[in-house]
């Protein structure tokens, strides 16, 4: 059976007219598809003679390729200390891909970021400002660069001992991070424990002036487990693409969407 359902799915509905054999009943598999995202099966008993609840909850995860652009906040909606990191911003080159956003801070910066870098800031910043990472997003000051998977900023001096007395971390594996140009590795690097989307902090220091930095990012962790047609991580150029990290925010809490980081997607 193929039921088609116009404009946004809504939270609840029900499908009738179902064939079923008596007794244990029948076991039907469910999909579902929407243009631009990956479609999503489950499989479903149905008895007869009742009104069958649903296995799960159908999860609509975008195709990050289909995305075009995003409709984020304007900056000035922005949070006053989300704000106060982009107009501090001194931002570095460490790598030619850095160099559109030399000289750039605030609305400025923003607007130079485009979707992708934009999507990233978002999402941790929303990531770094719940209570599932402490919010140690006010220990977090100037932004120094700013990628699709992650950003380098100048922190507070006090954000490695939160970290590390906070429940909600554990140290992290720090290897594949690298400093930037003219800082060193310090401390160690620390992960929030959420079975997905895990923000990990890791630490570096200015080896002139001593001041602390951290490269900021949010990891997939151990992927997709269920219910999707492809079960495999998106990546752009290598990276974690940000618009599959803010799927896995919205899928921690799909009822109150406590994590949304404040962006739609433009096909």
């Known amino acids: ?34 243009s631009h995202y990956r479609d999503y099966s489950f499989f479903q008993p149905i008895q007869e003679d009742l009104a069958n609840p649903a296995s799960d909850d159908i999860e609509f995860w975008v195709k990050p ?17 989300v704000r106060d990191i982009l107009d501090t911003a001194q931002m570095r080159r460490h790598a030619a891909e850095d160099d559109d956003l030399l000289g750039k801070s605030g609305l ?10 934009k999507a990233c800031l978002l999402n941790i910043i929303r990531k770094a400002g ?8 006010p220990l977090i000051d100037s932004l120094l660069v ?11 001096d006090a954000l490695p001992a939160l970290l590390q007395n906070s429940p909600k971390f554990k140290s992290a594996e720090s290897t594949l991070h690298k400093p930037l140009q003219g800082f060193e590795m310090v401390l160690q690097s620390f992960k929030t ?13 200015h080896t002139e002036t001593g001041r602390l930095a951290a490269d900021i990012d949010i990891d997939e962790s151990s992927g997709i487990e269920h219910g999707f047609e492809v079960i495999r991580n998106a990546v ?25 980081p404040g962006y739609e997607f433009l096909f």
Not at 236 to 260: K, V
Request: charged share 25%; with cysteine; net charge neutral.
């Open 146 to 156: 700013c990628r699709q998977d992650r950003f380098f900023a100048f922190v507070n």
């Open 130 to 137: 719940d209570e599932t990472s402490d919010n140690c997003l």
């Open 108 to 117: 400025s910066l923003y607007d130079r970021l485009g979707p992708l870098r």
């Open 193 to 205: 424990r959420d079975a997905h989307a895990n923000l990990q902090v890791t630490f570096m220091q």
């Open 1 to 34: 059976m193929r039921v088609s359902i116009d404009g946004l799915l809504s939270s609840n509905f029900r499908i009738t007219g179902l064939p079923c054999r008596g007794g244990p009943g029948t076991m039907y598999r469910v999909q579902a598809s929407s």
């Open 236 to 260: 752009t150029g290598g990276r974690t693409n940000p618009y599959l990290i803010r799927e896995f925010m919205l899928s921690a809490d799909l009822r109150d969407r406590s994590l949304d």
């Open 65 to 81: 390729a289909k995305v075009k652009d995003i409709s984020a906040p304007d900056f000035g909606v922005l949070p006053e200390h």
